[in-house]
């Protein structure tokens, strides 16, 4: 019912900018001009060393590693990162995926990654959501650096509880060992770029990271996020 709802709302009204609410002109599906041009862009996949890679530092060995956005609070990007996840909003994240991608390729760093991977949800959540909004913008980000996804290698094969109420130390634990690789085949040798909507203590896609190189010791591991807030890199 609520889907023919939003349809019949999608042919009567004019689509609106997911960050602003402004009208869009004809034809446009995406971020409005004036919010691409405010967008707090992090400008991290164009350095080597950032706070993002320092946040992987002891963890992991990676080769590159970046957000796209900051948090900001009150941000209407904060909102609609946060509605891809819980509010069925997920058409805008394979845009900005695209987004995302575009300014990596003009970027350089990321030029030799051979296969972009979203961070998995177990099989029980991605039905009960019916996506996995990291898949949408791995897409994006795949799309505009033509470069194939894959979202079948990795898995999660254990439904851990949500780790948005966790303690520090308990999300840590609560990840261990969720993850396993069904095709390791398709990723020996390979440049992978690990691709999450949020980065929080990173302990999701440290743990993702840490599977792929226990199966497949000869992978190099990059880390996209679309999104991250400053006071997730200034607290370890
Ligand atoms: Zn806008």
Redesign the pocket.
């Given at each position: 019912m609520y889907q023919i709802l939003k349809d019949l709302r999608d042919i009567f009204l004019p689509p609106t900018?997911?960050?602003?609410?402004?009208e869009l002109p004809e034809g446009a599906s995406t971020?409005?001009?004036?919010?691409?041009m405010n967008a707090p862009l992090t400008y991290y996949w164009t350095q080597v060393d950032n706070p993002v890679v320092r946040k992987f530092w002891g963890l992991i060995p990676i080769i590159n590693a970046s957000a796209f956005l900051f948090f900001v609070h009150g941000n209407?990007y904060r909102q609609m990162i946060h509605d891809f996840k819980y509010h069925g909003n997920w058409q805008p994240a394979f845009e900005m995926g695209q987004w995302y991608g575009a300014e990596m390729a003009r970027g350089g760093l990321y030029s030799d990654i051979d296969i972009v991977i979203p961070v998995p949800l177990h099989i029980r959540k991605r039905l009960s959501r019916g996506y996995n909004q990291s898949e949408y913008i791995a897409s994006g980000i795949s799309d505009s650096l033509g470069i194939r996804i894959d979202t079948a290698a990795v898995y999660r094969r254990r439904h851990n509880p949500s780790q948005a109420l966790k303690s520090h130390r308990d999300r840590w634990t609560n990840v261990q060992d969720i993850f396993a690789i069904r095709h390791s085949e398709r990723l020996r040798g390979k440049h992978i770029l690990l691709v999450d909507d949020v980065l929080t203590t990173g302990a999701t896609i440290t743990s993702c990271a840490e599977t792929i190189l226990k199966v497949v010791p000869d992978a190099r591991i990059s880390i996209a996020v679309l999104a991250v807030s400053r006071h997730n890199l200034e607290t370890a």
């Open positions: 900018c997911p960050v602003c609410g402004g971020v409005c001009n004036i919010c691409r209407g």
